[in-house]
């Protein structure tokens, strides 16, 4: 089953690259061309009076006498947005109207198309001379203010600590994206400029930069070409790391990890692979432009940037977060091999519950668990084929699915798990299957059984499908169910998260939606991480106890007529 999975990803993938969107426009647009040819040839050859002529004569009498087409071929279809131009480059997608804030050169004044549009740019930056200011005079006001001569031109050179006004100022980026910038503006000219190698960043080179990089994209795209590799069409994972250690080297809230390289691995790890779940939707492990354009990305790396409790950001960057599901992932890996295996798998559970619901520590049935590791999606599936562990990336999508299923990731991994015959709908059969283990899993529990008809039943009201033969993911995804849809996939295989909506408290259900918690996930974190932090603390405690039961006991021996050895080791 795996196999229709994987091509239905290729297919996604390869649909919502560019290329393939400006090749397909401009084949649809090619075959028009060639019907007009052809129309406008016949035309000519036909001669007057002809049998074909008359009938497309009486076919524009009829035309124009009536308001509505006489069929679909009489429809006119607006064209494609042209792509390139007719000597061949790409346009780009931008705004018509470049801001002089956001241009190399001062605009000629018939550049300013309206009265708002200069009025809105003049409120944003403004010069000492009350104008508009450029990025060159920009620049070389900051170098003023920075006591830099400018008396060498286009000569005078950033250091890599000056230049941070410039990443946040003018180009717009996060603070800490200062020196993956630098690098990466001295990385493009001295490839494209062998001859003109240069250690630091000119003024002259930070004009080139700005004119091929920046100048022609908006701010979605310029941060898409800044983190890909430069001969690569798309971001991927090892991309984002110098981002991540430069947030890790700069961030106050992450200052603690300085001294813990390996932790600070595992918080790159674990931003980048919550970013692809969030972002990659189609889990190919390629980030393209359009789905940078349509993610928060640049809105979370700036809030980032500005907010000082890392905690704060709950989108990618928390470290409460990270410390969650990394905790999780070393209670499960027993044998500490960074693997997880279908028998550890099994052992996730809610430590939250506390109310004796619990089917001994196991919240997924088996049945779940190995559609999990046959057919669930994977972060970076093109990287190996073994599907017999998770990896802590795999666990990563694991978990963000399973704590919180109200939002359109979680539901197609939890969908392409229990739809076993891989044709994109959930029938009766494949639930009765699922739920078939929750009764047996009842019954051990001494729980009132719950019939298959009255569960579906129920999710039915709820869900409200187009089809009452068969679910597809499109009738989770609907607006007005999002929050309850989740209850199907926990009635099917997890019976903790199940027995708890049957029992549920109308009260404590509005105090949810009432709550400062944006996402099932960001409410789970934080309880989850409150009970870690109580653990670690009853942990301390008890050393704390045991050291001092050791020192009264290394007392008594020193008091007392023994002439054997003297042990001061705790007793564990």
């Avoid at 001569?149 to 006004?165: E, H, I, K, P």
């Avoid at 209850?487 to 400062?516: G, H, I, S, T, W």
């Avoid at 704390?544 to 007529?561: F, K, N, P, Y």
Wanted: charged share 30%; aromatic share 12%; net charge negative.
């Amino acid at each position: 089953m795996a196999a229709p999975i994987k091509m239905d990803e290729l297919l996604v993938s390869w649909l919502g690259s560019d290329e393939v969107y400006e090749n397909v426009s401009s084949l649809i647009e090619k075959y028009r061309e060639q019907q007009r040819q052809r129309k406008h040839q016949a035309d000519n050859i036909s001669p007057p009076g002809s049998p074909k002529q008359q009938e497309e004569t009486k076919e524009k009498i009829e035309a124009a006498g009536s308001t509505a087409p006489t069929s679909p071929r009489g429809v006119v279809i607006p064209p494609f947005y042209p792509l390139r131009t007719p000597t061949g480059n790409t346009i780009q997608r931008r705004r018509q109207l470049p801001r002089q804030s956001e241009t190399w050169d001062p605009l000629p004044a018939k550049s300013s198309a309206s009265e708002s549009e200069a009025t809105r740019a003049l409120e944003e930056t403004e010069g000492d001379n009350g104008g508009v200011i450029c990025v060159r005079d920009q620049l070389l006001n900051m170098l003023q203010e920075l006591d830099i001569s400018t008396s060498q031109g286009n000569v005078v050179s950033f250091s890599l600590d000056s230049f941070v006004r410039v990443t946040k100022e003018v180009c717009r980026f996060p603070s800490f994206f200062n020196a993956p910038l630098y690098d990466r503006i001295l990385e493009l000219w001295n490839s494209q400029h062998p001859s003109l190698t240069s250690p630091n960043v000119t003024l002259s080179i930070l004009e080139w930069f700005w004119k091929t990089e920046m100048e022609p994209f908006d701010p979605p795209e310029r941060f898409f070409r800044l983190v890909k590799q430069p001969d690569q069409d798309c971001i991927l994972k090892d991309d984002f790391l110098p981002y991540i250690k430069a947030l890790l080297n700069d961030h106050p809230g992450l200052e603690f990890l300085s001294n813990h390289a390996e932790f600070q691995e595992k918080y790159a790890v674990t931003v980048i692979t919550r970013i692809f779940y969030s972002v990659n939707k189609c889990h190919s492990g390629r980030i393209t432009s359009r789905q940078v354009r349509r993610s928060d990305l640049l809105e979370a790396f700036s809030l980032v940037d500005e907010e000082e409790d890392i905690n704060k950001v709950t989108r990618y960057f928390s470290y409460e977060h990270f410390y969650v599901l990394y905790c999780r992932f070393w209670e499960l890996d027993h044998d500490r091999d960074y693997r997880i295996t279908r028998e550890d798998l099994l052992k996730y559970g809610d430590h939250s519950l506390s109310h004796g619901l619990k089917y001994g520590d196991h919240s997924l049935s088996h049945m779940v668990v190995d559609r999990i590791f046959d057919a669930a999606p994977r972060p970076f599936e093109q990287e190996r084929v073994n599907r017999e562990y998770l990896s802590y990336e795999d666990f990563i999508f694991f978990m963000l699915s399973e704590e919180d299923k109200a939002n359109e990731v979680s539901v197609r991994y939890w969908f392409s798990c229990v739809d076993v015959d891989g044709d994109g709908k959930l029938n009766n059969m494949e639930m009765r299957s699922f739920y078939a283990v929750q009764l047996h899993r009842m019954q051990c529990m001494g729980h009132e059984i719950v019939p298959f008809e009255d569960m579906l039943c129920q999710m039915m009201d709820m869900i409200k499908p187009t089809s009452t033969e068969h679910l597809v993911v499109e009738d989770f995804l609907q607006s007005e169910c999002s929050q309850v849809s989740g209850a199907l996939f926990d009635a099917l295989f997890n019976l903790n998260k199940y027995l708890m909506f049957e029992q549920r408290d109308p009260f404590v259900e509005r105090q949810k939606r009432e709550d400062e918690f944006e996402t099932d996930w960001d409410r789970f974190a934080c309880i989850d991480y409150n009970r870690l932090a109580m653990e670690e603390e009853a942990r301390e405690e008890e050393a704390m106890e045991i050291d001092w039961v050791t020192v009264d006991e290394e007392e008594d021996e020193e008091g007392a007529d023994f002439s054997g050895p003297v042990t001061t080791e705790a007793p564990f």
